[in-house]
């Protein structure tokens, strides 16, 4: 159907006309507000998904989320969200959702279910462990040297480097600038060397 230049203005000035009598839609966006987030808390945070960062609003009622929707004020989305990020609804209210750590022993081939302290523990000795083995407080390099008649050579240096080559760390795109500044401070003085982020990977 092919509409005219004309045509075009005339829709659109009876558009703008029954705007202008007066009719009001705030009552019912405010009715309709209410029917779902009456009585729901809502929580600010961030989306876990890509590497954009955006701001969602969580409406959560007798500790079930029932409503995520765009951050108007967040500077990024400014209020939008991607279908992925519209559908955090799903992912919290999801019956196959773990709630819990799983834990299979080297060799194992079931999974078990294990508490948070114990996981953390864990964690936490197997990262000094591997640290404690492959810690290196000097390193040797190449380098090349002047000598007096004005000739370079190469010779064999030691470096002091206080660092290990086993363990890498990944940062999230869901972090703000403080926990990345914290993360990148507790790594650091790990003594890590591969520090990579998942916005730049």
């Given at each position: 159907?092919?509409?005219?230049?004309?045509?075009?203005?005339?829709?659109?000035?009876g558009t703008?006309?029954v705007?202008?009598?007066?009719?009001?839609?705030d009552p019912a966006?405010?009715?309709?507000k209410d029917l779902?987030?009456?009585?729901a808390?809502v929580?600010?945070?961030v989306?876990?998904?890509?590497?954009v960062?955006?701001?969602?609003?969580?409406y959560?009622?007798?500790?079930?989320?029932i409503q995520?929707?765009?951050?108007p004020?967040?500077?990024?989305?400014e209020g939008?969200?991607?279908?992925?990020?519209?559908?955090?609804?799903q992912m919290?209210n999801n019956?196959?959702?773990l709630?819990k750590?799983?834990?299979?022993?080297?060799g194992?081939?079931a999974w078990?279910e294990?508490?948070w302290?114990w996981?953390?523990d864990?964690?936490?000795?197997?990262?000094?462990?591997?640290r404690?083995?492959?810690?290196?407080?000097?390193?040797?390099?190449?380098v090349?040297?002047?000598?007096?008649?004005?000739t370079?050579?190469?010779?064999?240096?030691?470096?002091?480097?206080?660092?290990?080559?086993?363990i890498?760390?990944?940062?999230?795109?869901a972090?703000d600038?403080?926990?990345?500044?914290l993360?990148?401070?507790?790594?650091?003085?790990?003594g890590?060397?591969?520090?990579e982020h998942?916005?730049?990977?």
């Open positions: 159907m092919g509409v005219s230049r004309r045509d075009f203005l005339k829709l659109s000035g703008v006309l705007a202008s009598l007066g009719v009001n839609l966006k405010a009715y309709a779902r987030i009456k009585n808390k929580t600010t945070t989306c876990p998904y890509c590497s960062g955006c701001g969602i609003l969580v959560a009622e007798n500790g079930k989320v995520v929707e765009g951050d004020e967040h500077p990024i989305n939008t969200l991607c279908s992925k990020g519209s559908s955090l609804v919290a019956d196959t959702r709630t750590p799983m834990y299979r022993e080297p194992g081939t078990k294990v508490e302290d996981a953390l864990r964690i936490a000795r197997l990262v000094k462990d591997a404690d083995k492959s810690f290196k407080t000097v390193s040797k390099a190449k090349k040297e002047k000598q007096p008649d004005g370079e050579i190469e010779v064999e240096k030691e470096f002091v480097v206080n660092r290990t080559d086993a890498a760390h990944i940062g999230s795109a972090l600038n403080e926990e990345c500044y993360l990148q401070k507790l790594v650091r003085s790990w890590l060397v591969y520090i998942q916005a730049r990977i």
